[in-house]
């Protein structure tokens, strides 16, 4: 049986707290927008630590940053830890900078340790995962994988009309090392964003793979009119229509339960005014399940179900498919890697799927990749108010420790 | 039994048509916004049509137009009957028209009929009624009957800042004919703005009052959350608990069937994304019914069969009451009159409660008042392609002379 690591834990939550002195917000938040003033200085104090701990720095053309530890083996790929250091405008301490710092936390532990491992370590910080600054989100990560072409990620430009290669110019951290190298794997901890840890009481999930997403778009048409003059039986009242729909596409969450969900985030009414029957109104479905048969399923009920409804009332009914985003099962060795280690921690623990999209996801397509949860307060992230327990931080940067130490382990058996 | 009096069809038909040319839309709609040039150029072709008739012309300080033919006895306070000529941005041929130039043909008739009368009779053309220019809708019979303040309808400005003080001088029809002078009674024929007359295959209705109007604003609150990480149970939707709220309200239409009308016309999602589980959303209600009591037991129901769902659900919930317009009965001797008219012409017809505003309703609290509707195509109006049957704006015209000669008899007695 393998020996069991520890992390140290204050250090871990000192860093984590020394971060968030960087961009912070009056009401205890973080704000660090992709490639600005802000986010440099978070990088800079990472690296700091990083040279420090005798890591090296490198940067590839979309300023993705790289700490690399070298192994006993420099021409074997590196194991690769890591998540982002930017924040949504009025963020919160961990979202990202959680893996980011574990990562340093391992490597530190693995020198003081004099753990040498066959491969060399790296520490990813990818740029602009928010998407807060630059659309689309989990943009270096697209990049670095191939998802998203490099010009078109230099030339997407900020709500002020800076473009990323001026940003990326401007913060100096540009440089050459090459998109879609080779990664022996990718571990990414970070906190759940949502309250199903919390909830169930357990320190640690072990992330199995991202849910699939499929969006829809509905348009549904009746008449507008008087509200005034028309009686309730001549009327084809929109509102009423898809107030009857969202209640049938909150029983298909339930039919689909407890793995689909189901939100109506955006609806509007077209010409609306008070005293005027809503003739025509969108609204977008948002439908999220573990595994890509059952959305298909979901997705084909919507279609069946919400016609029920128009056909009856007399409405019509458009829906399209904006975007679907099949499940992605993250790498079974990776997988069992973190369940070998928490399992050797002893630490309680549960599989979860990702309901958020991560830089994991994208790296899913490039190498063996897998995430390790922690809880978060409240299931709140993307707010100021975003916390997560010193205990928790801890018990979750052990799992990665010794998740790195089996994959390494592993290879070098 | 009393003379059947009739109009001429073709006459009313010809200059309903020849001031439908008059703004005219590319749609075949008319666009003569309250004031405006247009507006000015349709008040001077009626003001020219009522010098051929023998009619003298005054105005009030507010623009409210009155064409005047004398009376047996001038010192009794006039007869009127009117409506506006201004209309909607893309407004159509009839609404208002009608009942201005319904009254120019009753006096058409009378003259040519050599039928005197002891009072004066009036025909008035209404400032803005529409309320697209100037807000409140309905403007000018507000000033005239004490309800909005000279001044503050003076003061009032349009979307490019021109008041309507400025409006009227331009125009030159502002005049010093007293505001809340007597009128001995009023009579406006009107498009029904609905269905109804059209669904019944009746060409009037004896419009027997104003409905009730209860505008409420209601605000709900959940939790705002991530879309893919927050499990269905965990989950306070906002919008799941509107779509329930908005069909029960519409149930409560049904318990109020058929005179209670309930419409959501507009509802918001605050900070609105496709991914985010709606936290908070207003939504406006409107409930009609042609009784006071019945409207407030409609009132009661929301408030308590919202909370229940609220309740439910573990949303927050707040109603408020935006406005409360009282149902608004028309004058009994008025309403006779009508329906004598009507029975004395063999017209099909049946009682009807005006669903819409109209400048009739404010003139019910200054003197014996009344309505009378015909159906207008598919109930359309504020349309461009509103439109109405000749045979129908020729039987309600003939409607209204007779009921004004009840009127004039039923004084005269």
Request: proline letters at 5%.
């Amino acid at each position: 049986m393998m020996k069991v690591s520890k992390v140290n834990g204050e250090r871990l939550w000192g860093s984590l707290m020394d971060m968030a002195k960087v961009g912070a917000t009056e009401r205890g938040g973080n704000c660090r927008l992709a490639l600005s003033r802000e986010d440099l200085a978070g990088r800079e104090l990472f690296m700091g630590w990083c040279r420090e701990a005798g890591l090296s720095i490198a940067f590839d053309a979309i300023g993705n940053l790289f700490a690399r530890r070298e192994g006993q083996d420099n021409s074997l790929p590196p194991i690769v830890m890591g998540s982002h250091l930017d924040t949504q405008p009025k963020g919160g301490r961990f979202d990202g900078i959680y893996g980011v710092l574990s990562g340093l936390e391992v490597v530190r532990c693995l020198n003081e340790q004099g753990i040498e491992i066959r491969q060399p370590i790296e520490i990813a910080v990818w740029t602009n995962e928010e998407g807060a600054r630059f659309t689309p989100a989990m943009f270096g990560s697209a990049v670095f994988t191939g998802i998203l072409p490099l010009q078109t990620a230099l030339d997407a430009r900020d709500a002020q009309g800076i473009s990323v290669a001026e940003a990326l110019a401007d913060i100096g951290h540009s440089g050459d090392l090459p998109l879609q190298r080779a990664f022996d794997s990718y571990f990414e901890a970070h906190i759940e964003q949502g309250p199903i840890l919390e909830d169930n009481g357990l320190p640690v999930g072990v992330v199995t793979g991202g849910q699939a997403i499929c969006w829809l778009d509905v348009q549904v048409g009746g008449v507008s009119a008087h509200a005034g003059t028309t009686p309730m039986p001549l009327r084809k009242d929109a509102l009423f229509g898809v107030a009857e729909m969202a209640s049938v596409l909150e029983s298909i969450a339930r039919d689909f339960a407890p793995k689909g969900l189901v939100t109506v985030g955006q609806l509007e009414i077209a010409k609306s005014s008070r005293n005027t029957i809503p003739g025509r109104i969108n609204f977008t479905v948002d439908l999220r399940h573990h595994e890509d048969q059952q959305i298909a399923a979901m997705e084909q009920a919507v279609y069946e179900r919400l016609q029920i409804v128009a056909d009856k009332r007399g409405l019509s009914l458009a829906i399209s498919r904006h975007w679907l985003s099949p499940a992605t099962p993250f790498d079974a060795d990776c997988v069992a890697a973190v369940r070998s280690a928490v399992q050797l921690l002893g630490y309680p623990h549960q599989d979860i799927v990702s309901g958020a999209g991560h830089d994991a996801i994208h790296l899913a397509g490039h190498c063996p990749t897998t995430m390790i949860f922690i809880p978060c307060v409240g299931g709140l992230s993307h707010n100021e108010a975003e916390d997560a327990l010193p205990d928790d931080v801890r018990m979750g940067c052990d799992v990665l420790l010794n998740a790195v130490l089996q994959r390494a382990q592993h290879l070098s058996d």
